[in-house]
């Protein structure tokens, strides 16, 4: 009997860890990763203005298990008919049940030159040309107008007394300046989680820098965050526009060039274009994110869970892609995965296969931070200020803890509220 689960994130290191409790010892547990590493993804915008971090947000796949065998590879493909899961390296693994928590990747949507010219942000290698991009138009802003480049390379810029942020807040133009100005342009097209908290990195970092910038979000939808409650979207918009973060809702990206983001509402010139405008399936999954119901199977023997399933729960609600709902969505699979295989090997008479427990989309709220502040909605209920920065801090360390890296969440919480 073997179990597979594939892909190591939030879903799948918390399914791989309950299953090492629950299956009977004869199970085989295998996690596939093409990384050696678990990364908490929903804190790695903060790499792009805090690099050490990445360190803190990564933890070695060898130190998150004891029973299952981990298996470096990357995984191109899964026969669901054959139960057969196969790799880049040309071999392949049969299962009896297996666990598809790929997670997903960014979709285009085939916009013209929106691949081409973007940064995404998926893993910490985007953050940190995330970060080289925009530090190098800083460079180029600092050479060309006030900037006086130090023996050390560093460079040091006059900046106004209003401060860059303000400087640019509620200007009407949609055309934001072009670099070389002294300026500098950042675009970041979609305003869905990942989306805010790159521009509030990015706006963070120009004032850290002492650079005036224009970080203009782009969503095509009309709030932030449209996927959640109304109270949080509006929280977060002015959190956003507070930090002098232009943000262009009902605003459709039609096309990129080099130099600038075309929308049907005017042109952004940019430096730095980040495009967080959506997910679609990994290519082993043929682009693809099926639809499961709240038993999250695919079919008797195949599970999917977190992002790379649209997943509707046993209320028939769809479910945000998301690290609170991949974790939660893991815990029901981990029992209904471990029941099964009760089932099958310790030689059930019945023939009726074990219920399966539904998946119900239940979080106790949302949080996100946006540059040195956080917005977080719990129940009814908005937060700001350093209650909300004290909870997002805690997120991000409470799931490090609940995977044993102890350490990294002591690391993050100190670097969170430092
Ligand atoms: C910048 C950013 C900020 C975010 N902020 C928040 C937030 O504040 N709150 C929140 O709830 N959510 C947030 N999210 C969303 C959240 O991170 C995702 O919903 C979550 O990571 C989904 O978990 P997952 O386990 O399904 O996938 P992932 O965490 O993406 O894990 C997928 C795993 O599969 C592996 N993998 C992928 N393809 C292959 C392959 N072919 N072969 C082998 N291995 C493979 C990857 O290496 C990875 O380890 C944010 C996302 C981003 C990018």
Redesign the pocket.
Known sequence: MRVLV?????????LARRLESRLPDGAELVV????AS??V?????RVIRRPGLAETIQVPLEDLFDRAEVRL????GVDRDARRVS??DGTTLDYDYAAI?????TAYYGLPGVEEHSLP???VAD?EAIRESFLGAVGAAGRSEAGDSTDDGSITIDVSDEGAMEAEAGDDDPSAAPAGDGTVSAVVGGA???GV??AGELAALAEEEGVEADVTLVEQLDHVAPNFPKNFREAVREALETRGIDVRTGTSVERVTEEAVETDAGTFAYDTFVW?GGIAG???MGGDRPVVRSDLRLDERTFA????ARVVDADGEAV????????RE?RTVADNLAELVRHETEGETTDFAPRMEPYRFE?PG????VGDGAVAQLGPTVVTGSAAKAM?AS?GAGHLSSVGAVKNAVDLVEEELS
């Open positions: 594939l892909g190591a994130g939030y879903a799948g290191v918390t596939v990763d093409e990384d678990h990364l993804l929903h804190e790695v915008h590879a990357r995984v191109d790799f880049a928590c790929l997670g997903s990747a942000l998926k893993s953050a869905g989680l990942s908290q790159t967080t990994q290519a082993a869970v977190g992002d790379a945000p892609a998301s690290a609170s709902a991949a974790l893991a979080v949302w949080i996100v931070s997002k997120v």
